[in-house]
């Protein structure tokens, strides 16, 4: 087999902090906090490049987002992927799941014959953890979900995982093209390289692709295509801590303290 030819998913989310729900429209107002790129998906693609190192070939980058995106993207060229596809149309607009993997399949149908498919664990704003299944399902391809760890056999054309399960791990294997989903924290994800400055830059490593480039199916992208319907939403309350002050002197506040920890024991 050739080098092979990966693509990670990479989903660009609004910083947590800074995230408020529209409670009219009952959707997170993602326009309103800073983006940046989902974290567990730079895990994801820290091993799709750790692939490259070892093994050659191309790491794309694919994402379906608003154009606003691009220069939170552009870090993973600078980081050393070769280019990214991002799937953007007025129609993919609040897409749930299973409109999202339905539009991303088609970004990977198009971009053609690819070898690996990673994602992250679970986005940070969504976190279904449900698109890595639902691109394996749209593609019919095996899955090998929550890896630490991955290597290819590019003779045989397999993929082998390994997957930490309590007291041990799992290895697993199943032939390429597959979807891979990356355990959250299981490497640590390099840094920008500044002498990708340039190439990070370069205006023909950012594809745009919309519903019509891509031959989407309008009843199966966007609202159209989302069966799930949020319906209502509440605020969390925060419960307000018991606290007592303790005075005195620092001998009659140990004491007290001690008292306290006694009773609550
Ligand atoms: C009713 C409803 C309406 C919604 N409306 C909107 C909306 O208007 N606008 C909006 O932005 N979101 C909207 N969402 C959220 C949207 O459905 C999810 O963001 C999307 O389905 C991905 O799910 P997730 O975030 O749970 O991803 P997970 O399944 O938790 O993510 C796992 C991995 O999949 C990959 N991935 C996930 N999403 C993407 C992506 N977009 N591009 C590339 N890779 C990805 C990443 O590798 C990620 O680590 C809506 C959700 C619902 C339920």
Redesign the pocket.
């Known amino acids: 087999m050739a080098e092979p030819r990966i693509v ?5 989310v609004p910083k947590p902090e800074e995230v408020r729900v529209n409670p009219e429209t009952r ?2 107002d ?1 326009a309103s906090a800073r983006a940046e790129i ?1 974290p ?2 730079m895990n ?1 693609l820290e091993l799709a490049l750790s692939l490259k190192d070892r093994y050659g070939g191309t790491v794309e980058i ?4 608003p154009p606003y995106f691009e220069p939170t993207l552009r870090v993973g060229l600078a980081m050393g992927a070769d280019c990214i596809t991002l ?1 953007s149309d007025r129609a993919f ?5 299973l ?3 339905y539009t ?1 399949t088609q970004g990977i149908r198009k971009l053609g014959a690819v070898d690996l498919v ?6 940070s ?8 299944q ?2 394996a399902e749209w593609l019919d391809w095996p899955q090998l979900t929550l890896l630490t760890a991955i290597e290819l056999d590019l003779k045989t054309r397999a993929a082998r995982g390994r997957r930490s399960i309590h007291g041990g791990y799992e290895l697993l294997e199943v032939p390429l093209p597959c979807v891979v ?1 990356v355990k959250s924290a299981c490497n640590e994800p390099r840094f920008m390289d500044y002498r990708l400055k340039a190439k990070a830059a370069e205006a023909q490593r950012f594809t745009v692709w919309n519903a019509e480039a891509l031959g989407t199916d309008p009843q199966y992208t966007g ?1 159209a295509g ?1 069966p ?3 319906s209502g939403l509440a605020e969390a309350s925060t419960r307000e801590r018991r606290r007592e002050k303790i005075t005195g002197t620092p001998e009659e506040i140990a004491r007290a303290l001690a008292k306290v920890i006694k009773e609550s024991i």
């Open positions: 990670v998913c990479v989903k660009v959707l997170l993602r989902n567990p998906d994801a694919l994402t379906m987002g799937l607009g609040g897409a749930d799941t409109a999202t993997t991303l990673i994602c992250g664990e679970e986005s704003d969504g976190a279904t953890g449900q698109v890595p639902g691109l989903s609202q989302s799930t319907i949020v």
